[in-house]
């Protein structure tokens, strides 16, 4: 079963790939994140263990890979909606704590300047190459176990924007079901964040900052839109289980003000070092 990869296509004249020691084939396979891989017809489970996956590496000698390394990593992930201030906020972080800075893989995604033309037609189409796109990062992102920076998380598309499309006519109950099924498939295999920002802002503000970055595919965004993901937003926020830090871009200007950026770092520090003992969130 080849999911969108030409790697785990077969290599060679026969469908077994390459031949291994004594003559017998070992198959070459790259892990992508699904429940199971077919491989000469037989189905080998994957399995959760720990902080990874491990799975049968082959039938010969039945020894198990982990597919993503014990985890000595940060994992942070910023949330917000759009024009909140993530990217900023994701490059600053990184800087100062040397962590790799990621970036989601949404201006990639081409049915996005369809959707903002017309959401209605494009919404299911849309949100399913993200999902997709989303989830080969953050698989390619374990294996490396490295701390990183991620600007959104995978939270953002399932728990904010998908549902937000339905609730405004833009996304059918049938295509909402699916997107659902597919998220909840694939979100049980990846570790979640050790600490989730979330960025906050009011409309007018989110407003100012579109129109400062001047994204020409942007430029078409509702208004009740944008309203509609902040109440979105702030209700999730309220009911995230899991560390959560709130950086409020209202009050708080981390990009022209060293202070302010002081403090959200201050506060970030203070959640590592008690090792993420309060679950409360905290607002800046």
Known sequence: ??????????????????????????????????????????????????????LPYNSVSNKKRNVWP??????????????????????????????????????????????????????????????????MQLTELQATGESFIRDRSLYDDAAIFAPNLHDMGLLTTR???????????????????DLLIYVRADVPTLIRHIQKRGREYESSIRLDYLTNLNNRYENWAANYEGKMLVVDTDERDFVENRADLGVIINNIDAEFNSLFGNDEPMEQ
């Open 70 to 135: 014990e985890k000595k990593y940060m994992q942070i992930a910023i949330s917000g909606n759009i024009g909140a201030g993530k990217t900023e906020l994701t490059k600053l972080l990184s800087k100062h704590y040397g962590y790799r800075a990621v970036y989601g893989p949404s201006e990639e995604n081409p049915y996005l300047n369809s959707f903002y033309e017309d959401m209605r037609r494009w919404s299911f189409n849309m949100m399913v190459h993200s999902l997709y796109a989303n989830i």
């Open 1 to 54: 079963m080849y999911l969108s990869d030409p790697s785990l296509a077969p290599r060679g004249g026969r469908r077994g790939g390459r031949r291994g020691d004594g003559g017998r084939e070992v198959e070459n396979v790259r892990v992508l994140p699904l429940f199971f891989l077919y491989i000469k017809k037989k189905a080998y489970f994957c399995s959760l263990k720990g902080n990874g996956i491990t």
């Open 175 to 193: 295509d909402l079901t699916t997107y659902t099924k597919l998220f909840e498939m694939t979100y049980s295999l990846l570790p979640k964040p």
